[in-house]
């Protein structure tokens, strides 16, 4: 079935680096745009970044431009976020979802299960 | 920073009918894209509720409805039950800020 496995979550040091992957499965990955979107503890959702479905397009929000960047490897099926100069508050699940496109236009239509980064001394 | 402003708590009895609002600005819900809708179950990521202001992917009962007009977008869940009981978010895409999407500030929907 369609799937988005997150992994590579975990407690780093402020400053310290860190890279989640996103592994996707059920469905054509080279054909879609991919989303990052983490969710601080008991608060909201936060989008973080896009990728266009070949990778010649990406965006940031401006909490994270310039310290995050957003990839994909469409042989692999994965999407990957690299986080440099980690601050307190990008402590946060990071969700990894699916642009539906077509009828769906800009909707996240599918997510992963979420992976914890937590940035502590 | 949620530009999208929703109530932050509606209840309502099983059986009943709730709505939740979401109230955005000219640069967003106002200049005409689509809001989409999303429910989180405690402790589980977000899932597509609504798409495109009032139309459900498949498998999202028909108790779950959508409207939108001028900067505001409201969802309706018509029969409250017990497994509705979650946050909703809604979302749309921006046009003005330092991010491309905007999500709501969460409802906490609760069956009393």
């Known amino acids: 079935q369609v799937q988005l496995v997150e992994s590579g979550g975990g407690v780093v040091q402020p400053g310290k680096s860190l890279r989640l992957s996103c592994a996707a499965s059920?469905?054509?990955?080279?054909?879609?745009?991919m989303y990052w979107v983490r969710q601080a503890p008991g608060t909201g959702l936060e989008w973080v970044a896009l990728?266009?479905?070949?990778?010649?397009?990406?965006y940031y929000a401006d909490s994270v431009k310039g310290r995050f960047t957003i990839s994909r490897d469409n042989s692999k099926n994965t999407l990957y976020l690299q986080m440099n100069s980690l601050r307190g508050e990008d402590t946060a699940v990071y969700y990894c979802?699916?642009?539906?496109?077509?009828?769906?236009?800009?909707?996240?239509?599918?997510w992963g299960q979420g992976t914890l980064v937590t940035v502590s001394s | 920073q949620s530009v999208l402003t929703q109530p932050p708590s509606v209840s309502g009895a099983p059986g009943q009918r709730v709505t939740i609002s979401c109230t955005g600005s000219s640069s967003n819900i106002g200049a005409g894209f689509d809001v989409n809708w999303y429910q989180q179950l405690p402790g589980k990521a977000p899932k597509l509720l609504i798409y495109a202001n009032i139309n459900r992917p498949s498998g999202v009962p028909d108790r779950f409805s959508a409207s939108k007009s001028g900067t505001s977008a409201s969802l309706a869940i018509s029969g409250l039950q017990a497994e509705d009981e979650a946050d909703y978010y809604c979302q749309s895409y921006d046009s003005s800020l330092s991010v491309l999407y905007v999500f709501g500030t969460a409802t906490k929907v609760t069956v009393l």
């Open positions: 059920g469905f054509t990955f080279s054909t879609y745009t």
């Open positions: 990728i266009s479905y070949d990778g010649s397009n990406k």
């Open positions: 979802a699916r642009r539906g496109g077509g009828n769906y236009n800009d909707a996240f239509d599918i």
